[in-house]
Structure formats: structure tokens, C-alpha cells
């Protein structure tokens, strides 16, 4: 099997292990438990399991982003005080403190998958046109790509609120296309999410690669062409090794 072409990557738990290595409402749980002083009373796990579901609503809300693009921090403190608010505590202050010391740890927690850097470098050497095309606000994807110095790697960067369209949405992918000189078949898709990455790009004739860093269960809906656990596993099926 040859090398493909040109390749288009997703950022977050492709290149990144950005988030589902660090459960959500673990982060949350350390956040209240090192503040409960301040929150007497409370029960900590009930309040974890009230911010993680204004989160999973606000992400299942269609056009959850307005005629803007808040940044993940804002949308952390809204969560925040929303849920706060249901216990009868309405304390802005605190809840931006709670937020930003989440998205502190977030940050933190955020690493380059080994041997990411070097699957980059091996297919720039090797003249593979190379494409970013990540889901999120422009703020936050650029501080992630600039973090990590990723930008050298890419022939083109796609972003959704720059773009107007994220993933799966086929524009997405069409608008991608348009700014390479091969066409669908000729081109990969690798990322973490079976259906923005995999199913997305595969109606449109793209190889559809799951990278699955953290070993989850396969969604059996979405067949991928091929799936790897690792850059190891990536550098092996790219490169004959």
C-alpha cells in the first residue's frame, strides 16, 4: 500500500491527547472538592454531574454558538453558574474562579501524542500534502496549534468558526478539497471521531482512518478503512515499516 497523497488531519485526540484522556467530570470533581469550603453543604458529586449536563446540552444544541464564537473558557463559566445557580448559589465570582481553574488544569493536562511530531515530519519529507481540519473557535485551536508548533507541518489549516463550517458537514470537507490538487480518493482522513472524521469524509471518497489513542469501543454504525491505536501503529500503515 503506498503512501496516500495528501492526508487531512484532525487536532484534538488526533495530534493532540487533548481531552479524553482527562474525564471531565474528574477535572470538575478536584475543582469543587478543593473549593467545598466554600460551598458548605453541597454535594459534590450531584454538582459534577449538574455542570457536565449543561455542558452536554449546550454541545447538543444545534447552532450552540449564535451570531459568535465564545471561547471554551466562557462556555465553562456559564456552565458553571448555571449549575451552581440550581443549588441556590449565584456567586459570578466564584463561578468564573471554578471555570478557569478547570480549563487551567485542562490545559495543562494537554500533550503531543508520542510520536506525532515525528509522522508529521516523516510525511512533510516526503512532499504529502498536508491539511488541518479542526472543529472549535479560531482563539482556542490557534493557541493549541501555536502551543505546539504545528503550523509548519500544514500546507493549509482549516478551522471551523474561520471556515463558517465544521465537521461531518460535508462543506467542510468540499471546502478542504478545493484548496489541495487531488481529488477525494486520492486523500486521507485521520482523526478520533468515528463520525465527524470517519463517516464524514468517507461519503465524500475520502479513506476514512480512525485514530483511537485511547482505545474506546467501535461505534458499529461506522466501518472505518483502517483504525490505529497509535503514531506507532500510523507510521507503520503509512510507511510499509
Known amino acids: 500500500m503506498a503512501t496516500p497523497r495528501a492526508i487531512f488531519f484532525d487536532l484534538d485526540d488526533t495530534l493532540i491527547s487533548a481531552y479524553r484522556a482527562q474525564p471531565a467530570k474528574d477535572l470538575w470533581r478536584t475543582v469543587f472538592l478543593e473549593r467545598s469550603g466554600q460551598i458548605p453543604g453541597a454535594d459534590i458529586d450531584d454538582l459534577v ?15 450552540n454558538d449564535g451570531d459568535r464564537w465564545p471561547t471554551m473558557g466562557e462556555i465553562r463559566r456559564t456552565f458553571v453558574l448555571d449549575a451552581l445557580s440550581t443549588i441556590g448559589l449565584r456567586d459570578q ?9 478547570f480549563t487551567a488544569s485542562r490545559e495543562q493536562g494537554m500533550t503531543l501524542f508520542e510520536g506525532a511530531e515525528e509522522t508529521l ?3 512533510q519529507s516526503q512532499k504529502v500534502s498536508l491539511t ?3 472543529n472549535g473557535a479560531s482563539l482556542s485551536q490557534r493557541w493549541k496549534i501555536n502551543r505546539f508548533d504545528l503550523a509548519q507541518y500544514f500546507d493549509h489549516i482549516q478551522i471551523e468558526e474561520e471556515a463558517g463550517v465544521g465537521k461531518p458537514h460535508q462543506d467542510a470537507y468540499q471546502k478542504a478539497l478545493a484548496r489541495i490538487d487531488y481529488a477525494a480518493e486520492d ?16 461519503k465524500l471518497g ?9 482505545n474506546l469501543e467501535r461505534n458499529n454504525e461506522v466501518s472505518p478503512h483502517h483504525e490505529v491505536n497509535s503514531h506507532a501503529e500510523l507510521q507503520q500503515l503509512l510507511f510499509n515499516q
Open 49 to 63: 454531574s449538574r455542570v457536565v449536563a449543561t455542558a452536554d446540552s449546550y454541545w447538543a444544541a444545534p447552532d
Open 93 to 101: 465570582d466564584f463561578a468564573i474562579e471554578c471555570a478557569d481553574a
Open 121 to 123: 515530519q516523516t510525511l
Open 132 to 134: 488541518l481540519i479542526t
Open 187 to 202: 486523500v486521507w482522513m485521520i482523526g478520533d471521531h468515528l463520525e465527524n472524521d470517519v463517516s464524514g469524509s468517507q
Open 206 to 214: 475520502l479513506t476514512g482512518v480512525w485514530f483511537n489513542g485511547h
